[in-house]
């Protein structure tokens, strides 16, 4: 039997993704219309034998996240629980700290996956992969290609050609080392816990060694258990025949910023043409124009005079008013979009309302269309002291009046704008608006 792994990561994390992670923890943000966990859930539940689903993190346990747990095992039929770090325990610290509950009932493989990716998750393909290359007891990483400019922000792997074993890996490096990137999905067998335990032992040898951090004493147990398994397991694994790339030519990507939220719901949006298509909306009698891949909650109230798409998804208990126009965008549950307001680029927070003849315009932060290995840049919010221009977010319960333009913008939660923000100029660099 096999089991999964998803590594959620925990309220320090997620900061490029403010003001929405304020409203709700980020691996639970709505993802062409579902929790981004869900594609995982949901690729992890469709592997045959898959016994169990384990979410790690240091989040508090919360409202929303029970809520996501009971309905998610309802609607797949697994086991899913959430464990609960003490602390961020690190990549691979988190899956070391409950070892227990990953090997009880001996799966004789376990995934593990980042939060923060939205993939194809070719999941089966790996499984397949591993039985056919290197020792049974072999690790696989999940690899795609990336120009040579962006693959400096990821793990960067130098593999065999012919058997695909990894020779050499590193994290993040600052010059060129490979096009081919860690995609933060594994399937690992048990024996990657003998790894860990290895670097958590000497780790706790030199914490014997060195009982004092300056001054202070150091916090020597979490220090010991903090492991990463990039930079600790999978560099020291190359060369030893241990460790093997699948590369895949699916889609992938990060979800770093909320720009890169509105690019994965494109790309979830377009696979759900083989594998949800009625989530997909169509264009019918009485129902809003349609343009390209649309999603619509069955409790959105639109009217058919308003044009949707490309590359849209409208939550629960929408309102969508005559003649609006909705384009490259996310609009979480309850907002209200009066009539003819225009929104592109951008996510509408929950409970916000935008008044009629308004428009919500950010600039998209989108791949270069000509290169076919680029990647989105999660840029962090702001460089240099000044807002990067990206999409516009209205945080939650935010309120546009009508008649006015809002331009390249974060508004934070609960604002009463009076009128009109938009990009201003410094030098020739554009920058953008918080309020
Ligand atoms: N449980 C838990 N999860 C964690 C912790 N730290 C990070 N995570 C989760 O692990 C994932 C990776 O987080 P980061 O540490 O932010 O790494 P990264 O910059 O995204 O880089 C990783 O992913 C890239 C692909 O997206 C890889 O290319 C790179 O090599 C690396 O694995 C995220 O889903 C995050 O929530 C922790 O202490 N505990």
Request: net charge neutral; glycine share 8%; hydrophobic share 35%.
């Amino acid at each position: 039997m096999l089991k999964a792994v998803i590594l959620i990561g925990g309220p320090q994390k997620g900061t490029r993704f403010r003001p929405l992670s304020f409203e709700v923890p980020k691996p639970l943000f709505p993802v062409a219309g579902v929790p981004m966990l869900q594609h995982h859930i949901e690729a992890c539940a469709k592997v045959p034998n898959m016994k169990e689903i384990l979410l790690i993190g240091f989040y508090q346990p919360n409202e929303e996240l029970a809520r996501f747990l009971v309905n998610a095992q309802q609607q797949f039929k697994i086991s899913i629980r959430y464990l609960q770090e003490y602390a961020a325990l690190g990549t691979g610290g988190g899956i070391y700290h409950f070892r227990d509950q990953i090997v009880s009932g001996s799966p004789e493989a376990f995934f593990v996956l980042n939060a923060d990716v939205c993939s194809a998750f070719p999941l089966t393909e790996m499984l397949k992969f591993q039985k056919e290359h290197g020792e049974p007891n072999s690790f696989v990483i999940l690899g795609t290609t990336a120009n040579r400019k962006q693959s400096l922000n990821y793990g960067c792997i130098v593999a065999n050609e012919e058997t695909n074993e990894v020779q050499h890996y590193v994290e993040k490096p600052s010059t060129f080392v490979s096009d081919i990137i860690n995609c933060g999905i594994y399937l690992f067998h048990p024996d990657i816990f003998k790894h860990i335990g290895a670097v958590f032992q000497k780790n706790q040898q030199d914490m014997l060694l060195y009982p004092y951090d300056g001054e202070e004493p150091n916090n020597g147990w979490h220090r010991a258990e903090h492991i990463r398994l990039e930079q600790d397991i999978f560099t020291a694994l190359a060369g030893q025949g241990k460790l093997y790339v699948y590369k895949t030519l699916g889609f992938w990507s990060q979800i770093k910023s909320a720009g890169s939220a509105i690019y994965a719901s494109r790309l979830y949006l377009n696979q759900y043409h083989t594998s949800h298509p009625e989530r997909l909306a169509t264009n019918k009698e009485g129902s809003p124009k349609i343009i390209g891949n649309v999603y619509i909650h069955p409790t959105a109230n639109i009217d058919p005079t308003a044009m949707l798409g490309p590359n849209v998804s409208v939550g629960m208990g929408v309102t969508i008013g005559a003649g609006v126009r909705v384009r490259e965008s996310i609009i979480l549950h309850n907002a209200t979009l009066q009539d003819h307001c225009c929104v592109l680029n951008s996510i509408v927070g929950w409970e916000s309302t935008i008044g009629k003849w308004a428009r919500v315009e950010g600039t998209p932060s989108d791949p270069n269309p000509n290169d076919p290995y680029a990647k989105i840049d999660s840029e962090t919010l702001f460089r240099e002291g000044k807002l990067t221009p990206s999409i516009t977010i209205l945080g939650c319960n935010v309120s546009i009046p009508s008649e006015v333009i809002i331009l390249n913008s974060i508004v934070l939660p609960h604002k009463d704008l009076n009128r009109s923000f938009k990009t201003k100029s410094s030098s020739s660099t554009a920058s953008q608006d918080c309020f």
